[in-house]
């Protein structure tokens, strides 16, 4: 019941504090952001504190009232050490980096302290992240990391920054919500090839020929315009005329994926055109690719492969950027 309790008050305490500011790529730390409280040691160590003073009192024993002031002015000087020690922290998003379902997306900041103390044991966390606990040395790259388990836009949700350094008596923390998010890719699901329909397919081997410069195809009367290169000569020379010489390319079809081909359920679908996606970007292969009434023409390259996992990664989400 305690531990429910407690849950519920920290829920309310983190939904308050990222309302308090708009979502940003940038956040300095200063004392409106920054809450701090006695953790459970620092609160066993204030009621030392205020039974050493009942002692001191009842014995009047000059010795216990010494030992309570001392050890007072350490656990007020570990408050201000604690603070300080988050206070002027300078915290910039860079970006987000896209996954795969079922992995963890990272998430790339940098974080500076421009004045003369370095903060130790900072202690960063997004709510359904990992931790991570660093010692800041002026300006410093960081990568967080969040599970990832649909497709689709993914963000990280509120930013966690705490410490309980040097004493570990007292908790300063805050919660920041940033602008950023990561493109969740579908999980890729391996098998053969679905259904892909070629274009422009020759008879001769599954290649086609297009305008080049690499193989021979054949001669054509030379027209003007033509370069003189391009004359055979010795067809000339047997008397036949002028003829042109003709190259061309030969590359494997275009190959198009196509969802309403593939079987499976709607994700099951996407899992393996990702897949496939992937392959055929490996092999250097053009594709294309059909999701419903939207197409993307045949090409090739990583820029190519990107938008088609987006594609993949937003399709039925009502997102397209």
């Given at each position: 019941m305690g531990e429910s309790i407690r849950k519920r008050l920290q829920g309310r305490v983190r939904r308050w504090a990222l309302r308090r500011y708009p979502r940003s790529r940038s956040v300095t730390l200063t004392q409106n952001r920054i809450f701090i409280?006695?953790?459970?040691?620092?609160?066993g160590f204030m009621l030392l504190l205020i039974l050493l003073l009942l002692m001191g009192v009842n014995y009047e024993n000059n010795l216990i009232y010494a030992i309570t002031f001392l050890a007072t002015g350490?656990?007020?000087v570990s408050c201000l050490h604690t603070y300080n020690n988050?206070?002027?922290t300078r915290l910039q998003v860079l970006r987000g980096n896209s996954c795969f379902a079922g992995e963890q997306?990272?998430?790339e900041l940098e974080l500076e302290h421009p004045g003369g103390n370095r903060p130790e044991q900072l202690c960063l966390q997004f709510e359904q992240g990992l931790p991570l606990i660093l010692d800041l040395h002026e300006r410093q790259h960081v990568e967080l990391f969040c599970a990832a388990p649909a497709r689709g836009w993914l963000e990280p949700g509120g930013l966690k920054l705490e410490t309980t350094f040097p004493l570990g008596l007292f908790r300063a923390w805050t919660w920041l919500d940033l602008d950023v998010r990561a493109l969740v890719y579908p999980k890729p699901i391996s098998g053969e090839l679905p259904n892909a329909r070629r274009s422009g397919q020759s008879d001769l081997d599954g290649v086609q020929n297009r305008e080049g410069t690499d193989d021979f195809t054949g001669l054509e009367r030379?027209?003007?315009g033509m370069s003189l290169r391009q004359i055979d000569w010795k067809s000339y020379a047997r008397g036949r005329g002028?003829?042109?010489k003709q190259f061309g390319d030969r590359q494997s079809p275009d190959i198009w994926l196509d969802l309403d081909n593939t079987p499976g359920t709607l994700e099951?679908?996407?899992?393996r055109l990702t897949h496939w996606v992937l392959e055929l970007s490996r092999r250097e292969q053009r594709f294309g690719l059909r999701l419903g009434s939207r197409e993307l023409s045949p090409a090739?390259?990583?820029q190519h492969r990107h938008e088609a996992l987006k594609r993949l990664a937003l399709y039925g989400r009502g997102e397209d950027t």
């Amino acid at each position: 019941m305690g531990e429910s309790i407690r849950k519920r008050l920290q829920g309310r305490v983190r939904r308050w504090a990222l309302r308090r500011y708009p979502r940003s790529r940038s956040v300095t730390l200063t004392q409106n952001r920054i809450f701090i409280l006695p953790t459970g040691a620092g609160a066993g160590f204030m009621l030392l504190l205020i039974l050493l003073l009942l002692m001191g009192v009842n014995y009047e024993n000059n010795l216990i009232y010494a030992i309570t002031f001392l050890a007072t002015g350490v656990f007020l000087v570990s408050c201000l050490h604690t603070y300080n020690n988050l206070a002027g922290t300078r915290l910039q998003v860079l970006r987000g980096n896209s996954c795969f379902a079922g992995e963890q997306a990272g998430f790339e900041l940098e974080l500076e302290h421009p004045g003369g103390n370095r903060p130790e044991q900072l202690c960063l966390q997004f709510e359904q992240g990992l931790p991570l606990i660093l010692d800041l040395h002026e300006r410093q790259h960081v990568e967080l990391f969040c599970a990832a388990p649909a497709r689709g836009w993914l963000e990280p949700g509120g930013l966690k920054l705490e410490t309980t350094f040097p004493l570990g008596l007292f908790r300063a923390w805050t919660w920041l919500d940033l602008d950023v998010r990561a493109l969740v890719y579908p999980k890729p699901i391996s098998g053969e090839l679905p259904n892909a329909r070629r274009s422009g397919q020759s008879d001769l081997d599954g290649v086609q020929n297009r305008e080049g410069t690499d193989d021979f195809t054949g001669l054509e009367r030379f027209q003007s315009g033509m370069s003189l290169r391009q004359i055979d000569w010795k067809s000339y020379a047997r008397g036949r005329g002028l003829q042109a010489k003709q190259f061309g390319d030969r590359q494997s079809p275009d190959i198009w994926l196509d969802l309403d081909n593939t079987p499976g359920t709607l994700e099951q679908r996407l899992s393996r055109l990702t897949h496939w996606v992937l392959e055929l970007s490996r092999r250097e292969q053009r594709f294309g690719l059909r999701l419903g009434s939207r197409e993307l023409s045949p090409a090739q390259g990583e820029q190519h492969r990107h938008e088609a996992l987006k594609r993949l990664a937003l399709y039925g989400r009502g997102e397209d950027t």
